[in-house]
């Protein structure tokens, strides 16, 4: 009787934002608040702002904080803008399912870890969310100092799982991130839809 080939991955390195989770507009809440549609987007994802949060140099509430400060300035009411931050940090992302089932299949054959730009918060949300149990291991951004596309983040993601960078499934949900992953080695798939991750997970899930 002929022996299976190994699968193509060892490890499998999946983005969360994008991915995982979806978030929800904030539209309904800028106006709920006297801003602005986008206004909050651009408070809090300004570069300035988000690289020190998800480098882990400025903590999640400094960041919150920072978004608010920046509303206030911008929008004129100190009140309305801290109100809005808050019911914006109240939102709460969909987890899609389907990826999560498809993670857990491919946990059983290959490792698997999530790698996310994020703040000091994440652990956190992955807890309230049960994702804390999804993956062998979680590299935060905000815990290592350096974040995606930096290569650091990706040979730390396979460091941690111990494999080799040329046997990690890289899976992220922006073209940047990708590309620095496939310059460093591994094999990596551009997120848009369900059936993208199933293709690349197929190796790994489909039974001979």
């Not at 009787?1 to 991915?19: E, H, K, N, T, W």
């Not at 987007?41 to 300035?48: E, I």
Request: net charge negative; glycine share 4%.
């Amino acid at each position: 009787m002929s022996s299976l080939p190994p699968p193509s991955y060892d490890a499998v390195l999946c983005d969360i934002d994008g991915v995982i989770r979806h978030w929800p507009s904030a539209d309904a809440l800028e106006e709920e608040h006297g801003l602005p549609v986008g206004a909050l987007a651009a408070a809090a994802f300004a570069p300035a702002r988000l690289v020190p949060a998800v480098t882990g140099r400025i903590t999640d509430e400094e960041w919150r904080s920072a978004v608010a400060a920046d509303l206030t300035a911008r929008h004129g009411s100190k009140d309305r803008a801290e109100a809005a931050v808050l019911a914006w940090s109240g939102l709460v992302p969909a987890v899609d399912q389907d990826v999560v089932a498809l993670l857990r299949r491919v946990r059983e054959v290959a490792s698997v870890a999530l790698v996310t730009n994020a703040t000091t918060r994440l652990e956190r949300d992955l807890a309230h969310q049960g994702l804390a149990d999804l993956a062998d291991a979680v590299v935060n951004t905000a815990r290592i100092g350096v974040a995606k596309p930096d290569p650091r983040v990706y040979r730390i993601a396979a460091e941690r799982l111990g494999v080799a960078v040329d046997r990690c499934l890289f899976v992220d949900d922006t073209a940047a991130n990708v590309t620095a992953a496939r310059e460093i080695g591994m094999t990596a798939v551009h997120y848009r839809r369900l059936e993208d991750l199933c293709a690349a997970l197929s190796p790994l899930t489909v039974t001979p």
